[in-house]
């Protein structure tokens, strides 16, 4: 359930929240105007032309399922929050509780500073300190620029410490075609591989997505399949981006999510009845490894001390 505010703006000297999500930053141009928040650094609205392409949330509420977030340092779930590191056990708060999982990282509650400001971009950082659990430092930073080509999250993080650490990054977007209802849309998805979850949704296996329910090479209705799956393989193209897309059947309108070669796996769900997004708009995740990655250590990354990451994805309309 969303948890709603005033949707008064609180104003005074130095140290006001205005927002559940904090302070709100309005980025435009040619048409394209996008908003992302302190709390987590995500990403509240897109839109072109007045269009929206993302389903966002209201300044008076907290981002619902995961809404823009950005999930760091791992995507998705950590089974029962335990993992060993460096011949280390380490221990994280599990607030799944209903799947036993610490789940999508530290940074989506945490708040993000302003360091940068154009009328078309903007950069925010996040110190994440070391705590128990995951005891390294790490600079976190995202720049949110629009243009003519759509939306683009240009992300870095930095090892501070004199350690190495591991390390994972995700986004969360739910994305849609404005008056038209999920069902009545066509998928496009650029993977091979589809994972295999247990009970508790941790990985147990990988199935190739030819030929079943789960094969959106190419483009094909959704209808009334509940698509909640982490997907292995993804193609990226001779000009190394990855493109999903959503689009009418008559292929007139539509939304594409890009992934740049840091981003190989993808997170795609279409919630449940009685969520925020249900029925109107699909999460279409970039991930640079899958679930419980600190211990599969499948595609973790394993940053050197005072090694940067980075990686970039995107939003644009499908024309």
Request: hydrophobic share 35%; proline share 8%; with cysteine.
């Amino acid at each position: 359930m969303a948890v709603r505010w005033s949707t008064q703006r609180r104003t005074g000297s130095g140290g006001d929240w205005p927002y559940p999500s904090g302070e709100q930053w309005t980025i435009s141009s040619v048409g394209h105007r996008a908003i992302v928040t302190q709390l987590g650094g995500g990403l509240r609205s897109y839109e072109c032309d007045g269009d929206p392409l993302v389903v966002g949330y209201a300044d008076s509420e907290l981002a619902p399922e995961g809404s823009g977030q950005l999930l760091a340092p791992w995507p998705g779930c950590l089974a029962e929050g335990r993992y060993t590191f460096a011949s280390t056990d380490y221990q994280l708060p599990v607030d799944e509780p209903e799947f036993g999982n610490a789940v999508h990282g530290l940074v989506r509650w945490l708040p993000w500073e302003c360091t940068q400001r154009h009328d078309d971009s903007v950069t925010l950082t996040c110190l994440l300190a070391p705590r128990p659990g995951y005891p390294w430092p790490l600079r976190l930073a995202t720049t949110w620029k629009v243009s003519a080509d759509g939306l683009r999250a240009a992300h870095s993080a930095t090892n501070l410490g004199a350690l190495p650490c591991p390390f994972g990054l995700g986004a969360h977007p739910y994305v849609g075609v404005s008056g038209v209802a999920l069902n009545g849309l066509l998928l496009q998805l650029p993977v091979t591989w589809r994972l295999l979850t247990d009970e508790l949704r941790r990985p147990r296996s990988r199935t190739q997505i030819a030929g079943n329910d789960y094969d959106f090479r190419s483009p094909a209705p959704i209808g009334d399949r509940v698509v909640d799956a982490t997907f292995a393989g993804v193609r990226h193209g001779a000009d190394g981006t990855a493109r999903s897309r959503l689009i009418t059947p008559d292929g007139s309108r539509g939304v594409e999510v890009w992934q740049d070669s840091a981003f190989s796996w993808l997170r795609v769900y279409s919630g449940t009845a009685g969520q925020a997004h249900a029925d109107r708009a699909l999460a279409v995740a970039p991930l640079t490894c899958p679930p419980n990655a600190f211990n599969s250590r499948e595609s973790l990354i394993l940053l050197q001390p005072g090694e940067t990451w980075t990686g970039t994805w995107g939003i644009r309309p499908y024309v």
